[in-house]
């Protein structure tokens, strides 16, 4: 069913090029190698409208729409990034056509040094925000030096991802550059400069807000749509910019973005019904009865978020042995637990990387490694063996298995639970809380077995094993340690060269499997559904909901 | 409107005459309220299947079942199964284990609280009297579920922090009718001639006034099952109830909608188990209310609608 | 009379400073961190312990119990209803939206109550222990044992699956376009006014049968005056007071069960917002939420007592 998604990349090697063209300008590279007038030329490489498209109309739009606060660099969720993102833009951006390539967004072109420590990023001249005021280097400066160092009760998921970014100097008011302590892959600073959720805001905005805009639900952007209203819970409306600074964007006058949660009924029947034009998030049996419904189009992809459980390795003697945990690991039977909730959210079996990254083990091979093979005999027996040479023959008893309230978490922690008996005979009591209670839990490493989904903002291996699998890393709630490990890791962050960093990608995967800091479940699939009057966005290619969700070049037909 | 001061109410307790004479009471019962009988058999047998759960449920309801997900009612499961295999009619047996006992509990606990109370504020009046009063009219002021709701927000979702929120909403109705009760009872000859030969307050209380609130204590309590029972499963609809993974059946029902149409025997037979056991205890507690006392019931309605007045 | 009146305000006042009172007590011991939900997971998992102390403090979560006691009654006094921790948005917009449809409901049940509840009863009281007797009391009974969310769910799902039908999905006011409003308010209106109609049934058959074996109305009938004058003239006023004073206790019904039914059928009303509240640990909602139900249903409690007692004459003229 996912085929295709797992070969994200279409024929462009992106890191490749990067790494031949060096000074001379990554940007030029990507342009020389995309369908548009040459680089040279005042045109540059960003989103053109399709010159077949028809302007006007309001896009009708299902996506999670109730945040808990506007302020888009402290969130985690869709709920934010989802209707928000239109009205912003970004340094550089992922181009809608495949969701990878990186292309030029604010910064009209960028240049890296030689030896990867500083990025200079030219830009774009003329451009406004919404309340007039003009666009410079500052508010370039203001928006990054709070992602990279945010005032006292922020906090930005962002951060670790430019910890090495020692100075931002405004060199003009259109010219700024980033100074790094020490060099990172090139694609992997690109990543995070591109990432959907880095929005330009203007440096008056956080200056008058104390640097916090959780409150603040109408701050001014760049971006191709402006606000007009809001009901929470219900819908924002937003028009088009009519000053935006890609002339020719957006295609659509009006925007209309309906809430509702992931996967829900509701969600389902309005986007059968009609009641919205795109929905995202759909359900697998809604998704299904929208792929044959003629006239709609139903897409696929992968998301960049794991579905996994931790084991306390600190406050559980029996855990903390890497022997037990790599037998719970293997008595998991993930093709099962996919099976389980096939019909309330689309998942995929992977291991502890993406299965999708072009680093990782191919799925392929993946899936006839123990502990991801369909037939599950082989993988308990080695498990059982495994228990029995840590002494835990009789298996555990009384296990506090904690469980965020969520349809697809409930139902694995029955299906684990009962896996867990059956093949090794531990035996766990389940305790369902909300999300807030269960951060708590994990947080003050009150469980003993823990289920929830965690998100990353890159694809790239770098960025997971430092937030997900890091030493005292903020998401590593079973506080797992392993020095070989972590040192690879930072190998592994400052590699350069891709073969060498594969090599030791699969060399430290190997290592998790044999002392698995979290147990993976799954990784999602997002199923999105349209009628084809809405052309110009198919996700199908895409990696996660966060990074093209702008809507600038769509237009209905 | 209240009982008339010059007869004493009837009595609930049956003649303690001969064996013979309690069955007969409740064939004679029985024949003049044959609904209320069928719903005291049906309520019966809920309680049965309850407390024998382990030994009439077919399978372990909390045992999933990988090869049997989503199975329609078949030969093998004869409700069918749940998303992870697990068998609907085990976890409806098991259910009503766990819903009697939340709304037996819940009732008993606050009807009797409020009824103890209710005779306190009924014999002994004055101030302790009126500031109960405003206690208790705080208490009805809030609608049942909004309030355990709120209970149950600030206690935690525990069995027992359920059992509590509901019971504390039942306290106000024992409160309201048992304190009427008591004012009558208070100026009753045989009660007069206690407090005239020295007996205290307390004793009297005990003895002369709790006999006489029996019968209207038990309309009350099987009048108020039905509603505990519905109320344990909107908040478990709601996500606010007994946590999982133990089923109860609103429980059940809110676990049902996870996706578009979700299996109908999942959302059919949990609603009907509430439905039909509502039902019986409600027959059940009006056959008891017209045949305890009679003249009491349009006028116990009323009563329950907020005695104001005296 | 006006004495009356007087006392029963003050008792009116005294029980909404005590349902304020027992709100926040209620409210003020959580477990839970509603830092969760404005932080965002990522978020949360970084903060540090200053971090938690300084947004704490911003969001007044920690200056002592009685001084927030009395924030909350000035604020409420001079029409500040609060914002939500959440996306900032204030209850008052939040009721000023979503509580008319609420209210709609709540005005649809009652309508649907009368229409079915007393002609049912009444039809039952002439014809005691008849078949058609029968068959009332039995729907009467089975309505008031159906739950309504359970019947709520089960309609949505019938008209999804035949009708591929669901009910609008944003808030259309009934001065807006009062066809797409009835499809929002109709479901949940209609079920709660059938078991609201149930209880009003049996109560009015149960007064009416006992106004009716009264002597003046034997006296009427004596004097040979037609059936149906006998009806309206005699019988009818006092089934319906009765009726009236059961109707206030079925508002607090409708308020409660609107909050389960209005989940079940997917309607944005206020109840819905209040189980989100209590799910997000939002204090501040639930408490003006649950502040405003009470200080609702005691108003209407009270306008119903005055009534009662205006037209008992005992108290009337007292």
């Keep these: ?557 | 409107m209240a009982v008339r001061a010059a007869e004493p109410p009837v009595t609930a307790v049956p003649d303690a005459g001969p064996r013979g004479s309690v069955l007969g009471e409740l064939v004679r019962f029985s024949r003049r309220n044959m609904l209320a009988a069928i719903g005291g058999l049906v309520g019966v047998l809920t309680i049965v299947v309850a407390l024998a759960a382990p030994l009439l449920a077919p399978y372990d309801p909390l045992k999933a079942d990988f090869r049997h997900m989503n199975k329609p009612p078949n030969a093998q499961h004869v409700l069918g199964t749940d998303q992870v295999g697990r068998d609907t009619l085990s976890r409806v047996i098991y259910g009503a284990r766990t819903s009697l006992f939340v709304a037996f509990s819940a009732v008993i606990l606050g009807t009797t609280v409020g009824s103890l109370w209710g005779v306190a504020c009924g014999y002994l009046r004055g101030r302790f009297d009126l500031v109960s009063q405003r206690i208790m009219e705080i208490l009805q002021a809030f609608p049942d579920l909004i309030l355990a709701m709120a209970i149950s927000m600030a206690i935690g979702t525990g069995l027992q922090a359920v059992i509590f929120a509901i019971a504390i909403t039942r306290i106000p109705f024992g409160g309201r009718v048992i304190r009427s009760v008591a004012l009558s009872i208070r100026e009753m000859p045989y009660v007069e001639a206690g407090r005239a030969s020295g007996g205290s307050a307390l004793r009297i209380m005990v003895f002369h006034v709790l006999p006489q609130c029996i019968a209207p204590y038990l309309v009350l309590a099987t009048t108020h099952l039905g509603v505990a029972i519905v109320i344990e499963a909107a908040l478990g609809f709601l996500g606010v109830g007994v946590p999982p993974p133990t089923p109860t059946w609103g429980n059940m029902l809110a676990d049902s909608i996870t996706a578009l149409v979700p299996p109908w025997w999942l959302a059919f037979f949990p609603g009907l188990a509430i439905t039909l056991t509502v039902l019986a205890f409600n027959l059940l507690g009006d056959g008891i209310r017209d045949t305890l006392d009679p003249r009491l019931s349009p006028a116990f309605l009323r009563m329950m609608a907020g005695g104001r007045r005296r | 009379m006006r004495k009356y009146l007087a006392r029963r305000a003050v008792y009116a006042v005294v029980t909404l400073l005590g349902v304020s009172l027992s709100i926040f007590v209620i409210l003020r011991v959580l477990p839970g961190d509603p830092l969760v939900a404005i932080l965002g997971v990522e978020g949360h998992a970084r903060m540090t312990k200053e971090d938690r102390v300084r947004i704490m403090a911003d969001l007044g979560l920690s200056a002592p119990l009685p001084v927030q006691y009395a924030r909350w009654l000035r604020d409420i006094g001079a029409g500040q209803l609060g914002k939500s921790f959440f996306r900032g948005d204030t209850v008052a917009e939040l009721i000023a939206h979503r509580g008319p449809i609420t209210a709609e409901i709540a005005v649809l049940a009652l309508i649907v109550s009368w229409i079915v509840g007393l002609p049912v009863g009444i039809l039952s009281a002439f014809k005691p222990n008849s078949m058609p007797d029968g068959v009332a009391r039995t729907l009467s009974v089975l309505f008031i044992a159906i739950p309504g969310f359970w019947l709520g769910m089960l309609i949505v799902l019938a008209l999804l699956f035949w009708f591929g039908w669901k009910s609008p999905i944003i808030i259309v006011h009934v001065w807006q376009d009062p066809w797409q409003n009835l499809q929002i308010v109709m479901g949940p209106g209609i079920v709660l006014g059938l078991a609201q109609g149930a209880y009003i049934a049996r109560m009015s058959r149960s007064c009416l049968l006992e106004v009716i074996s009264e002597d003046f109305v034997r006296t009427a009938r004596a004097k040979g005056l037609r059936e149906g004058l006998v009806v309206m003239r005699h019988a009818l006023p006092n089934a319906l007071l009765p009726v009236i004073t059961i109707s206030g206790v079925l508002l607090g019904f409708v308020l409660g069960g609107s909050v389960a039914v209005e989940t079940a059928f997917g309607v944005p009303g206020l109840g819905r917002s209040l189980v989100t509240a209590v799910i997000e640990r939002d204090i501040i909602v639930v408490q003006n939420l649950v502040l405003l139900y009470a200080v609702i249903f005691v108003v209407v409690n009270v306008l119903v007592d005055l009534s009662y007692a205006w037209l008992d004459p005992r108290i009337r003229y007292s």
């Design chain 1, 1 to 557: 069913m996912s085929d295709h998604a797992s070969d994200p990349k279409p024929t462009v090697d992106r890191r490749t090029f990067l790494k031949r063209v060096g000074a001379a300008g990554a940007g030029a590279a990507i342009a020389a190698r995309l369908p548009f007038p040459g680089p040279a030329a005042a045109q540059d490489a960003t989103v053109r409208p399709d010159p077949a498209a028809k302007r006007g109309g309001t896009l009708r739009y299902a996506v999670h729409n109730a945040p808990a606060h506007f302020d888009v660099h402290q969130s985690g969720t869709v709920a934010n990034i989802g209707p928000q993102s239109p009205m912003y833009d970004t340094l550089l951006r992922r181009s809608p056509k495949d969701g990878q390539t990186i292309i030029p967004d604010l910064a009209q072109r960028w240049e890296i040094s030689p030896d990867n420590k500083k990025y200079t990023f030219h830009l774009r001249k003329g451009v406004k925000f919404h309340d007039g005021a003009d666009f410079t280097a500052d508010d370039v400066k203001a928006t990054y030096d709070r992602i990279k160092n945010p005032p006292k009760g922020v906090v930005i998921p962002r951060t670790p991802l430019f910890a090495t970014v020692s100075d931002i100097v405004v060199v003009n008011p259109h010219t700024i550059e980033f100074r790094m302590s020490e060099p990172r892959p090139k694609a992997y600073m690109l990543g995070a400069f591109a990432s959907g959720w880095n929005i330009i805001v203007r440096k008056k905005t956080l200056d008058d807000n104390q640097g916090n805009l959780r409150q603040v639900m109408n701050y001014p952007g760049t971006g191709p749509f402006r606000h007009v209203s809001r009901k929470d819970k219900e819908i924002w409306i937003m028009e088009r910019n009519p000053d935006y600074w890609n002339k020719g964007l957006p295609l659509v006058d009006k925007l209309e973005i309906y809430h509702f949660l992931p996967f829900t009924p509701e969600l389902g029947a309005a986007m059968l019904s009609g009641r919205v034009d795109y929905a995202r998030l759909l359900d697998p049996v809604t998704w299904r009865k929208a792929k044959e419904m003629p006239g709609v189009t139903a897409a696929n992809f992968n998301q960049s978020v794991i579905q996994a459980f931790w084991t306390n390795t600190q406050k559980n003697k029996a855990l903390a042995d890497p022997k037990v945990r790599r037998a719970i690991h293997l008595a998991m039977d993930r093709h099962t637990l996919v099976e389980v909730v096939k019909d309330t959210a689309p998942m995929q079996v992977g291991g502890f990387v993406y299965p999708f990254h072009e680093m990782s083990t191919p799925r392929a091979e993946l899936e006839k490694k123990l502990g991801y093979q369909r037939d599950i005999k082989p993988a308990v027996q080695e498990a059982r063996r495994l228990m029995k040479e840590a002494g835990y023959a009789g298996g555990l008893k009384n296990l506090d298995f904690v469980v965020r309230d969520i349809p697809t978490f409930k139902l694995w922690a029955v299906a684990i639970q009962a896996m867990l008996k059956e093949h090794l005979n531990i035996e766990s009591n389940l305790r369902v809380v909300q999300t807030s209670v269960w951060f708590d839990e994990a947080q003050a490493g009150s469980f003993d077995l823990a289920i929830s989904a965690i998100v990353s903002t890159l694809m790239d291996p770098s960025d997971i094993f430092s937030a997900w699998y890091g030493k005292d890393g903020p998401q590593n709630y079973s506080r797992w340690t392993n020095p070989v490990f972590h040192d690879l890791a930072s190998q592994i962050e400052r590699e350069v060269d891709d073969a060498k960093r594969r090599t030791m990608v699969r060399k430290a995967e190997d290592i998790l499997e044999n002392d698995p800091p979290l147990i993976p479940v799954a990784y999602e699939q997002i199923y999105d559904a349209w009628y084809n009057k809405v052309k110009g966005q198919n996700p199908s290619t895409f990696f996660g909901i966060y990074d093209v969700v702008r809507w600038d070049n769509v237009w209905l037909g």
